[in-house]
């Protein structure tokens, strides 16, 4: 059984795609398509993810977002070496994260107001890592790996130097930081960076019953949930609470839907309002 759930648009196969994106339900599912690379990141792999999240973050019949890899040998390996290697032998300079048109992609992960589950069909390595760093969710395949490496080759982990102290205690993301090793997706579930690993038969099921499980839910509640979060982040309680951004639940049509589906014992028809 496959770890990626395959599309099933037959015009999201090119092989011209590093990027597939497909809408199933009201879930977009965004994968990483280079799996001769082990889907490692080009540039233009880059702009086709931020492309595939700005326009899953836009499309009002999506309440949730998925990001995952083609194959079961790698989530993403991080930026393309190769491609590297040869912009530095034409005397060109990489990009530099934040900066130009690549400057997105992590902050536009961030920034998708809808849950975003990265599920972990491979090892995620330096910018793999980070995209996973970027989701809300992480559900991991067993045997996988996960780490920042950028320091073995003299890169930076822009994402990760900041996002992992806050997501671990500072000691625990120092150290991976600086001896830039990769860890078991068990013991990173034991950090909590991981929220489930799962065996490689039951994967994609796995993945699909925990994504049908959130898609169940309000997307008003969805989207109020993740920009109140991502926005708040950091802010002290007493301006956290009265921040009060993203579409308002208590005045939906979605919260009059779900107290009568409630009182009626049915499930409730979300609208998106």
Request: net charge neutral; aromatic share 6%; proline share 5%.
């Amino acid at each position: 059984m496959s770890a990626t759930p395959e599309p099933a648009s037959a015009d999201t196969t090119s092989d011209d795609q590093d990027v597939l994106y497909e809408v199933r339900g009201h879930a977009a599912w965004i994968t990483i398509n280079r799996p001769h690379r082990r889907n490692a990141m080009s540039r233009r792999t880059v702009e086709q993810l931020t492309e595939a999240f700005v326009e899953a973050g836009e499309d009002p019949d999506v309440y949730a977002v998925v990001i995952t890899g083609t194959g079961d040998k790698a989530f993403c390996a991080g930026g393309d070496m190769k491609e590297m290697d040869s912009i530095a032998r034409s005397g060109k300079q990489i990009h530099v994260p934040m900066t130009g048109r690549h400057r997105a992609l992590f902050e536009v992960m961030l920034e998708t107001y809808k849950p975003v589950i990265a599920a972990i069909n491979g090892h995620a390595i330096a910018g793999g890592c980070e995209i996973v760093l970027s989701a809300d969710v992480r559900i991991a395949v067993a045997g996988a790996t996960i780490g920042l490496t950028e320091a073995r080759r003299g890169m930076g982990a822009n994402l990760g130097s900041v996002l992992l102290p806050r997501l671990v205690p500072r000691a625990v993301a120092m150290d991976l930081l600086y001896t830039a090793r990769t860890i078991p997706v068990e013991e990173a579930q034991q950090l909590g960076l991981v929220n489930r690993v799962v065996p490689r038969e039951v994967f994609a099921e796995e993945v699909q019953r925990y994504v049908d499980e959130i898609l169940a839910n309000s997307p008003v509640s969805l989207r109020r949930y993740k920009e109140m979060a991502t926005k708040s982040w950091g802010l002290p309680l007493a301006s956290a609470l009265r921040l009060n951004v993203g579409p308002n639940p208590y005045l939906s049509e979605d919260r009059v839907e779900g107290v009568r589906a409630f009182l009626e014992k049915r499930a409730p028809a979300w609208t998106n309002r």
